[in-house]
């Protein structure tokens, strides 16, 4: 049975815009006769996503993937624009398709043509559609920085406050059912009683929380605490990054200036406490990333407490309160030592040299590299969030950029050679590092329960070869005791 693919884009889903809504996009492209010659049909989309950006466009990679297999007959698409607006992408699906003549692609508007000239035309048109939108967001980029300026709210509304109106000629109003909410927080947390995750926790357990959420979260708390939008002010040049200087704003104020003030001496007081602060930018943990609950399926943070290491589960801070797996870091090392040493017998004869190599690497720059980029990354949310100021974000920031570039400076060799004769060893070595290394080569992640290791998720892109050393190293689910293989 033939099968036609009809792609439909558009880049802000809005009635009100001047364009081919999806709607008539897919009616348009059913009604084209090479679709309905077709006995199947397939309508693949990308809504609210630029036709300038590949990633997030899964429409679009599952059309080129079809057309690539060669398992599709017909492609049917509005129009050029809609399918692309960026050259690149452009041209490496019209070289796709030299290679693939059987399939018919057709517009509604428009015509696609194989032959030199039809090429020469498909090129132009193509670059003249991305230039059309980076003239396009360079308007839209002026536009939005004039309205900054005046103090229009620009993004998205904070909670508590109502859009009335188109974005470019609405205003922004308090919303008198949501209002009580928001200043009921600001003042229960002005009062020091409450953490925000105790805070997030009563107001769940209450049914406090606003209409269409799934609850509070101690994060999403302190956002809001720290959204100088709800004193009635904004920043020149963006709200959202807080970049510029701060002025008053075309919106009436939610929360009074004492409960603020209050509100962010509470915040202030709670920042820095210790416990809380990166332990070094050397910092590493051997099971980072891969942890996940067995009670309902979330990554595992991380957390030190004197001096020990464990993993616990995120929804212990989420509205509906999962029990919470976790598990010490030192009781996990035993499931690596009897994995790895089952593996042994399979490695390859050069792993030795390998790992030492990347030993010696990692004493100096790698693993504190990579660590001191995720704490930059980490210090630009907080700031982003408003977890702390811009003084304190510049001087933190200056101090890892130079710890960093110490890093990427040093020439410092091992300060002594490792010997290396397998797997077992390497995991041996107590370097978070190249542990992590060796679990991040064969997992996506581990499952959790009763602080144990009970199941695991291969790397997607090598699920068999994974599957088939771990079912080496553990033949039963009797050897592997409580462990077992499987998807998460």
């Known amino acids: 049975m033939s099968l036609a693919i009809v792609y439909i884009r558009q ?39 630029s036709g300038g950006k590949t990633r997030g466009r899964s429409g679009y990679l599952a059309l080129f993937e079809r057309v690539r297999s060669g398992s599709v007959d017909v492609v049917a698409a509005y129009d050029q624009s809609r399918a692309f607006r960026n050259t690149q992408d452009a041209l490496s699906f019209y070289s796709l398709l030299e290679k693939r003549p059987e399939i018919e692609v057709v517009f509604v508007q428009g015509r696609f043509d194989r032959s030199p000239a039809g090429e020469f035309t498909y090129t132009a048109m193509a670059a003249a559609h991305s230039m059309e939108r980076r003239m396009t967001a360079e308007k839209i980029k002026a536009a939005y920085a004039y309205r900054n300026a005046q103090g229009a709210a620009t993004g998205p509304v904070p909670a508590g406050y109502k859009r009335v109106g188109t974005r470019a000629y609405g205003q922004v109003v308090i919303d008198d059912e949501t209002a009580p909410l928001i200043r009921r927080v600001f003042a229960d947390y002005a009062t020091g009683n409450w953490s925000t995750r105790s805070l997030a926790h ?46 008053p704003a075309q919106w009436s104020p939610l929360i009074d200036q004492p409960i ?86 399979y490695r390859r004869s050069d792993f030795a040299q390998q790992v030492a190599g990347a030993l010696d690497a990692s004493q100096q720059g790698p ?18 969030w408003g977890h702390i100021d811009e003084a304190t974000y510049r001087a933190e920031h200056a101090r890892l950029e ?47 329960s009763e602080g144990q290791i009970f199941r695991y998720v291969p790397r997607k892109d090598r699920e068999a070869a994974v599957a088939k050393l771990v079912d080496r190293a553990w033949p039963t689910e009797n050897a592997m005791g409580k462990r077992g293989a499987g998807g998460i």
């Open 202 to 247: 009563r107001l769940n357990a209450e049914g406090a929380t606003r209409p269409g959420s799934k609850g509070w979260f101690g994060d999403t708390i302190a956002q809001l605490l720290s959204n100088v939008a709800y004193t009635g002010k904004t920043y020149s040049k963006s709200r959202r990054r807080r970049e510029g200087d701060l002025i």
């Open 367 to 384: 693993g504190a590299l990579v660590q001191v980029e995720a704490t930059i990354e980490r210090l630009g949310k907080r700031f982003d």
């Open 402 to 448: 130079a710890v960093r570039n110490e890093l990427m400076a040093a020439t410092t060799p091992a300060t002594a050679a490792v010997e290396l004769d397998g797997l077992l060893d390497a995991w041996r070595t107590g370097i978070p590092a190249i542990q992590r290394e060796l679990l991040g080569r064969l997992f996506d992640g581990l499952e959790v």
């Open 11 to 49: 880049s802000r889903n809005k009635a009100y815009e001047r364009t081919a809504s999806p709607e008539v996009q897919r009616q348009a492209c059913l009604d084209l006769a090479a679709v309905k010659a077709c006995g199947q049909v397939e309508v693949l989309s990308d809504l609210d996503v």
């Open 260 to 345: 603020w003030d209050a509100v962010q001496r509470q915040l202030h007081s709670k920042r820095g406490r210790p416990g809380l602060k990166t332990k070094g930018p050397g910092r590493e943990y051997a099971f980072r990333g891969l942890m996940v609950c067995g009670n309902c399926g979330r990554r595992m943070h991380v957390h030190t407490d004197h001096r020990r290491t464990y993993y616990r589960c995120r929804g212990t801070d989420a509205p509906d309160r999962c029990p919470g797996a976790w598990a010490r870091e030192v009781n996990l090392f035993a499931w690596g030592d009897e994995l790895f040493g089952h593996l042994d017998a």
